[in-house]
């Protein structure tokens, strides 16, 4: 069983496009991280949130904490090419330590 | 400054063999962490260490064996390898518990 669910698992969309990444859980968390992945290197920090109902905007991707710090979403404005990669979300649990526990991510494939 | 250093990059082992995986930082961080990375699971926690001396599991710490004798090290050791083993392993560091995670780039591990 996961405790942080992230859909889609992959999504392919034309440039130009806009599209949401969810990341959901049962479970509290204290604050949450999104990352992106490039084949070959590990995962680069994009954002953390940490109050519940945050909204922080990196260009043209937004992110967003949910009220009850249980959930998350990654929009991207406007799609481009550069934007192909694989995106995780992952969250320190409220009561869970040093651990960070990781969606299963998003392979998002933007064509030209 | 070099970051998070993995190695090595690639390694073949054949069923039952041991080996360890290498994991330096030059940043002083007190946290590091072992993730592996199979496709459609997204990253899951080894094992982790919050400072020297300190180590506790995480989702999935059976067939891996960890130590933290210093603040730069931390090493993740396979007593016996299984082909279940075979993924792409990342180590992270970072400063405390809510601080973005540095990844190294990894380690492609095939067991035969």
């Known amino acids: 069983t996961q405790l942080l669910e992230q859909s889609p698992q992959f999504l392919s969309i034309q440039e130009g496009e806009n599209l949401t990444v969810y990341c959901n859980s049962s479970?509290?968390?204290?604050?949450l991280q999104w990352y992106r992945q490039e084949p070959g290197e590990g995962p680069v920090l994009l954002v953390t949130?940490?109050?519940?109902?945050e909204v922080k905007k990196l260009k043209r991707l937004t992110f967003q904490f949910g009220d009850a710090r249980k959930d998350s979403s990654l929009h991207i404005t406007a799609a481009q090419p550069g934007d192909t990669g694989l995106y995780l979300c992952?969250?320190?649990?409220?009561?869970?330590?040093?651990?960070?526990?990781f969606g299963q991510g998003t392979e998002l494939s933007v064509k030209p | 400054n070099a970051g998070v250093t993995q190695t090595p990059k690639f390694q073949v082992l054949k069923t039952g063999q041991s080996m360890t995986l290498q994991c330096a930082q030059d940043m002083n961080h007190e946290y590091m962490s072992w993730y592996r990375q199979d496709p459609g699971m997204g990253l899951r926690l080894i094992h982790y260490s919050v400072g020297a001396g300190i180590t506790d599991q995480g989702e999935v710490p059976n067939g891996y064996n960890v130590s933290r004798s210093t603040t730069e090290d931390f090493p993740l050791r396979l007593l016996s390898a299984a082909p279940s083993q075979t993924s792409v392993y990342f180590c992270?560091?970072?400063?405390?518990?809510?601080?973005?995670?540095?990844f190294g780039d990894g380690t492609r591990l095939s067991i035969l």
């Open positions: 479970s509290v968390f204290s604050s």
């Open positions: 992952a969250g320190h649990l409220n009561l869970g330590g040093g651990k960070l526990i």
């Open positions: 992270a560091s970072n400063r405390d518990r809510n601080q973005p995670q540095h």
């Open positions: 949130v940490v109050t519940g109902g």
